[in-house]
């Protein structure tokens, strides 16, 4: 068995691109090309579809990926049974942005960490398009993004949770009922996320909808300053719940109201087509879902 070509073949795969692979292997983009086309010939199979922007699997490519990622697996534990080791640390690698960040991840890392203390963790906070490029280049094993985001070749996307779409209020705005409708936000000034954000995109899609203008007072770079400027009195925000759950009573003092038939903003997981999920991936994502199905 030829375990460099295996490396290539794994590597390419998960990059999409021979260049990018050579990098990430210390090779020439030539000598990585030649071990492809020696493992297709081994295994008279086309295992790659080139492109002028990359390569992608091909079904029997993807089919063959999982049990190469293994036998490199079993070579790795193999040396480092004979005391030769060659892997790093334990280690999950996970992209999100600014909602999940602040009180999710936290709580769902702390129990992850819990029952795996050996583990490593890092996270990546950002917009999705620059985990969206972490994940192609393998930087991290998962990305946690809007689910509205489309999805380049090489990836694939799942379902992840749904969270309810709160308004954020200064003290006093709204006395009354805890759920506010849709119209009572005809005319009102919003602190929003700067444009880009996908959840600012759901926002002003479901308020287009309904012929309600989005009017922003403010726009911001995360849900922490949304916060401090509407406790400010400089507007109203509409925020995914799941941002803020738990959090009852903190400084700067805001109100919290549901809004009535907003629609929920859908998050989901992307992985790289084809690569299996390590353990500590779907532990982390079994336990994500977990917490976030817990009352706030």
């Known amino acids: 068995m030829d375990l460099d070509a295996l490396r290539a073949f794994v590597s390419v795969a998960r990059l999409g691109h021979v260049g990018r692979a050579a990098?990430?292997?210390?090779?020439?983009?030539?000598?990585?090309?030649?071990?492809?086309?020696?493992?297709?010939?081994?295994w008279d199979t086309r295992l790659f579809r080139r492109h002028a922007r990359g390569m992608t699997l091909t079904p029997e490519g993807a089919r063959l990926l999982p049990l190469a990622e293994a036998v490199l697996r079993g070579a790795d534990a193999?040396?480092?049974?004979?005391?030769?080791?060659?892997?790093?640390?334990?280690?999950?690698?996970?992209?999100?942005?600014?909602?999940?960040?602040?009180?999710?991840?936290?709580?769902?890392?702390?129990?992850?960490?819990?029952?795996?203390?050996?583990?490593?963790?890092r996270l990546v906070e950002g917009p999705a398009p620059r985990l969206i490029r972490?994940?192609?280049?393998?930087?991290?094993?998962?990305?946690?993004?809007?689910?509205?985001?489309?999805?380049?070749?090489?990836?694939?996307?799942?379902?992840?949770?749904?969270?309810?779409?709160d308004l954020l209020l200064p003290p006093g705005t709204a006395p009354g009922p805890r759920a506010l409708p849709l119209p009572f936000l005809r005319q009102k000034p919003l602190v929003l996320l700067q444009p880009g954000s996908a959840f600012r995109r759901h926002v002003e899609g479901v308020l287009a909808r309904e012929g309600i203008q989005a009017h922003a007072t403010v726009e911001v770079g995360n849900f922490s300053l949304v916060r401090r400027f509407v406790a400010a009195g400089l507007g109203v925000a509409p925020v995914p719940a799941v941002a803020f759950a738990g959090e009852a009573g903190r400084a700067p003092r805001v109100e919290v109201r549901r809004l009535r038939a907003f629609p929920p903003v859908v998050y989901a997981r992307l992985v790289r087509a084809g690569a299996p999920l390590g353990t500590p991936v779907r532990q982390f994502l079994e336990l994500l879902q977990r917490e976030a199905r817990r009352p706030g």
């Open 23 to 42: 990098v990430r292997l210390g090779r020439t983009q030539p000598s990585v090309s030649a071990r492809l086309a020696r493992l297709e010939a081994a």
């Open 78 to 121: 193999l040396e480092e049974a004979a005391g030769a080791p060659v892997r790093g640390p334990r280690e999950l690698r996970v992209g999100a942005g600014d909602a999940l960040g602040r009180a999710l991840l936290p709580r769902t890392i702390a129990r992850l960490l819990g029952s795996d203390p050996g583990l490593e963790v």
């Open 134 to 165: 972490a994940l192609q280049e393998a930087d991290i094993d998962v990305a946690l993004v809007v689910a509205s985001e489309s999805v380049p070749a090489g990836l694939e996307s799942a379902p992840l949770l749904e969270s309810p779409v």
